[in-house]
């Protein structure tokens, strides 16, 4: 498998130029669940595996859940932001720096397997409660130089989910081989 393939599993995220409810629901459901989906597949996983890499110098598994629940508060706070400020500036943070940290290499993921269900369990109710005039309002994100929609964000951390749920599976797949 190339390096790009192990680095994007599911492909680099494409919002559609038109975004239907049934796409919009779909991601809403993706957002809504994925902490029991990263619980089925991190279950009873031993400190050994947590270590399992999904591709060459990656994060290992630990990492890539201790990275959701760092990625998903940013997500939920730029999202509040968006939804109370006009087209607030947002934050953006070295991700890579965070994974190096002792809680990003902690063994025990069990506190962010915590913070994930609490957090998606207020960002799908918030979700739910968003109606049109919502769903277009703007966050600034000074690295890009880009104003994006809530609408389309959604989607983007739709595919975070996806992205890295595929990295855990990919990375027990083939058993620490990298």
């Known amino acids: 498998m190339e390096l790009e393939q192990l680095k994007y599993p599911v492909g680099q995220f ?36 947590l270590q399992w890499r999904y591709r060459p110098y990656g994060w290992n598994i630990k990492q890539v859940v201790h990275h ?35 809680d990003g290499t902690d063994d025990d993921i ?3 397997l915590l913070i994930l269900k609490g957090l998606h369990h207020r960002w799908h109710l918030v979700l739910l409660n968003m109606d049109e005039k919502d769903w277009e309002k ?16 959604v989607g983007l951390y739709a ?11 990919h990375a027990l797949l083939h058993e620490n081989k990298f």
């Open 110 to 112: 069990s506190y962010s």
């Open 68 to 102: 959701c629940a760092d990625s998903h508060m940013n997500a939920f706070i730029r999202f509040k932001l968006a939804l109370t400020e006009e087209n607030p500036t947002i934050k953006p943070y070295a991700e890579d720096l965070w994974a190096e940290l002792i």
């Open 138 to 153: 703007t966050y600034y994100h000074p690295e890009s130089k880009q104003s994006f929609t809530l609408k389309s964000v």
């Open 159 to 169: 595919w975070h989910c996806r992205h890295h749920l595929a990295h855990i599976k």
């Open 14 to 49: 494409n919002c559609p130029e038109v975004i239907t409810d049934d796409i919009l629901h779909s991601w809403i459901s993706e957002i809504q669940h994925f902490p029991e989906y990263v619980v089925a597949v991190t279950n009873e996983l031993s400190k050994e595996k």
